[in-house]
């Protein structure tokens, strides 16, 4: 059974995510906060989490951000909910590495066809059984890259953050973000996770002598 994390402050849409997915027999757990949600995922990690954007203290986005820094969390299928819908706010969530986004409220039949797709994917990416070997940024280089930004794409599949590889390679924040959207570019993705996913399908693979 697939443990779902849905982390909504909304007690009324919290109860009706878990009853839908409890009766498609999905294993739902629920959080009224994002730090509640948080401390649940480090806990026992989920297969997926459905999480608020809007909430009091630790919103949709911090929780994402906290999570794709956590190297056994970075991977685990996010999905965002939405009741505003407005793009500048759903391009935040997805250039932070959100999978995909539901608008509030979540017809039933969008909400199972999501959780299904993404889901279907992550487990797809498990078959792989990613063993990536941090050692060295050469083999990135492979994807086109600037030695620089495959040093920075290095420490993202490492769920570093942006401040962090600023101090790690000694430039500045700014400068990191323009290495990344080189890579986001250069790969053909449009966020963090997916570039990640890429990066440790390199370094996953067999060096070469």
């Known amino acids: 059974m ?18 839908v997915l409890r009766l498609e027999k999905y294993y739902a757990v629920t959080a009224e906060s994002g730090q509640a949600g948080l401390e649940l995922a480090r806990k026992d990690p989920p297969d997926l989490i459905l999480c608020d954007v809007m909430m009091p203290g630790l919103d949709g986005y911090g929780v994402l951000e906290a999570l794709r820094q ?20 759903l391009r935040s969530g997805m250039n932070l590495g959100a999978d995909d986004y539901l608008t509030k409220p979540v017809p039933k039949t969008e909400l199972l066809q999501a959780i299904e797709a993404r889901l279907r ?21 492979t994807l086109g ?13 490492q769920g570093k953050t942006n401040s962090d590889i600023a101090t790690i390679l000694g430039i500045s924040e700014s400068t990191v973000k323009k290495h990344l959207l ?21 370094l996953s693979s067999p060096r070469q002598n």
């Open 2 to 19: 697939k443990k779902i994390l849905i982390i909504e402050d909304e007690p009324e849409m919290r109860r009706n995510l878990a009853t």
């Open 70 to 89: 956590d190297i056994k969390l970075a991977l685990v299928p996010f999905v965002f909910l939405t009741a505003k819908g407005e793009k500048d706010d």
């Open 121 to 141: 994917r992550s487990e797809q990416q498990a078959k792989r059984q990613f063993r990536p070997d941090f050692s060295s940024h050469t083999p990135l280089l």
């Open 145 to 157: 890259l600037t030695p620089r930004a495959a040093e920075a794409l290095l420490w993202v599949a």
């Open 182 to 202: 080189d890579i986001f570019d250069k790969l053909g993705v449009e966020t963090r996770s997916a570039a990640t996913l890429r990066a440790l399908e390199v």
